[in-house]
């Protein structure tokens, strides 16, 4: 059972556009979202994170908007750059008290310049 | 600081090998994690520890062993490897009781099964 769902698994965006992530997750006791940015041969690093108190979170070009009702939430990169081609992860944590973080399956995004 | 450690970078092995990756933390963490990412699958998590002495199962932990003697290092085994744990494995470690949760990722041992 995939909790948590990611697409698209692919996205091409050209320099300069808007990338969207989608993220839907089933599990209310969820109480934390985070992105993951995955460059080839790295391992992955935190890049933004949102509570579900706040519908929306900003930090640069990186935005994350939340919709609790509907149990949803995307990344929106602003203005992308050839430097964000990576794998993006969307991630949940339970609230559970281990910390364990449920990862969706990734999309590859790459802008092209 | 060095952050999360792992050793090997790379390895290959034969069906029925065994063999044990070493993660290292210099954080101070208490939580350590193994996770294993394979193509289109993202992230899962193999076992993980919320403390020195302490493991538990996660999501996919069956064919692997870890142990946690001391609170830097968490060690992934494989008794008795099969082509089915070919895959890229990721050690990460957090801190806990804070509002700013992350998770700190080393840079992955690719393991080849044959």
């Known amino acids: 059972q995939q909790q948590v769902k990611q697409s698209p698994q692919s996205l091409i965006v050209q320099k300069g556009g808007i990338s969207i992530i989608n993220c839907a997750y089933e599990?209310?006791?969820?109480?934390?979202f985070p992105w993951y940015q995955q460059f080839p041969g790295k391992g992955p690093a935190l890049l933004i994170a949102?509570?579900?108190?706040?519908s929306e979170k900003k930090e640069g070009r990186f935005t994350i908007s939340f919709n609790k009702s509907a149990k949803q939430f995307s990344l929106h990169i602003m203005d992308s750059q050839p430097g964000d081609s990576a794998t993006y992860f969307c991630a949940a944590r339970d609230q559970g008290g281990s910390e364990k973080l449920v990862f969706g399956k990734g999309t590859k995004l790459t802008v092209n310049p | 600081n060095a952050g999360v450690t792992q050793t090997p970078k790379f390895r290959v092995l034969k069906t029925g090998q065994s063999m044990t990756l070493l993660c290292a933390q210099d954080m101070n963490h208490e939580y350590m994690y193994w996770y294993r990412q394979d193509p289109g699958m993202g992230l899962r998590l193999i076992h993980y520890?919320?403390?020195?002495?302490?493991?538990a199962k996660g999501e996919v932990p069956d064919g692997y062993n870890v142990s946690r003697l001391k609170k830097q290092n968490f060690l992934l085994g494989l008794e008795s490897a099969a082509p089915s744990q070919t895959s890229v494995y990721f050690c990460a470690s957090s801190y806990t009781g804070t509002e700013d949760f992350e998770q700190y990722f080393g840079p992955g041992t690719r393991l080849t099964v044959t």
């Open positions: 949102i509570r579900p108190d706040v």
């Open positions: 520890s919320v403390g020195e002495g302490t493991t």
């Open positions: 599990n209310t006791a969820f109480d934390y």
